[in-house]
Structure formats: structure tokens, C-alpha cells
């Protein structure tokens, strides 16, 4: 079975950092591309950032660009640094699977809290 679980989230600062973290298993998701979204309350669910099979190449919604990376290790762990949070990235943050840049994003994790206030 297929499943994604995200870590990381919390409570954070105006201008501090977090870094989440999402480990996939069921299946070698090294050739998968990966994927963050997140939602706020009554909003639709945003594109935050993509990251390649190979780790290669990288893709970030205009919202959050210049304050995030994303990196993958070999072990099905992709993570999401986001760095001068503002309270606007409070949302659920989603990890999520692909199974190449042509496909849908089909895996999905539960989500986490991040919530940005001071």
C-alpha cells in the first residue's frame, strides 16, 4: 500500500523557518516526482514546489519562490525548507506523488499544520 506521511509542521514565528518532511513507502518512489501543495482555510489547494525523479530538476509556485527549496535523499524522503515564513504560509501542507511530469499528482499524503503567528 502506497502511503505518504508528512512531518515538521508546527507553530512558527513571522520570519522563522521550518522544514518539512515527507517519507513515501509501498513502492520505490525514486523515479516518482514529488511534489508539495498546501490549503488555507477557505482557499483552494496551491501548488508549492515539485522536484524530479533524478532530483534534477525543480519547479515552485510563484507565491512561496525565493523563500523555499526542496531536496529528496535516496531513501523516499523528500523535504521542504521554507524560510521567512509569513502568516499568509499558514495552510495544511501536502505531500504528494507522481509517477512522471506528465501524470497527475495520484499519491497523496494527510497533510500538516503549519501555522505562522507570533
Known amino acids: 500500500q502506497v502511503q505518504l506521511v508528512e512531518s515538521g509542521g508546527g507553530l512558527v514565528q513571522p520570519g522563522g523557518s521550518l522544514r518539512l518532511s515527507c517519507a513515501a513507502s509501498?513502492?520505490?518512489?525514486?523515479?516518482?516526482?514529488m511534489g508539495w501543495f498546501r490549503q488555507a482555510p477557505g482557499k483552494e489547494r496551491e501548488f508549492v514546489a515539485a522536484i524530479t525523479g533524478s532530483g534534477g530538476n525543480s519547479y515552485f509556485g510563484d507565491s512561496v519562490k525565493g523563500r523555499i527549496s526542496i531536496s529528496r535523499d535516496n531513501a523516499n524522503v523528500v523535504y521542504l525548507q521554507v524560510n521567512s515564513l509569513k502568516p499568509e504560509d499558514t495552510a495544511v501542507y501536502y505531500c504528494a506523488a507522481r509517477t512522471s511530469s506528465m501524470a497527475p499528482f495520484s499519491y497523496w499524503g494527510q497533510g500538516t499544520q503549519v501555522t505562522v503567528s507570533s
Open positions: 509501498g513502492r520505490t518512489f525514486s523515479s516518482y516526482d
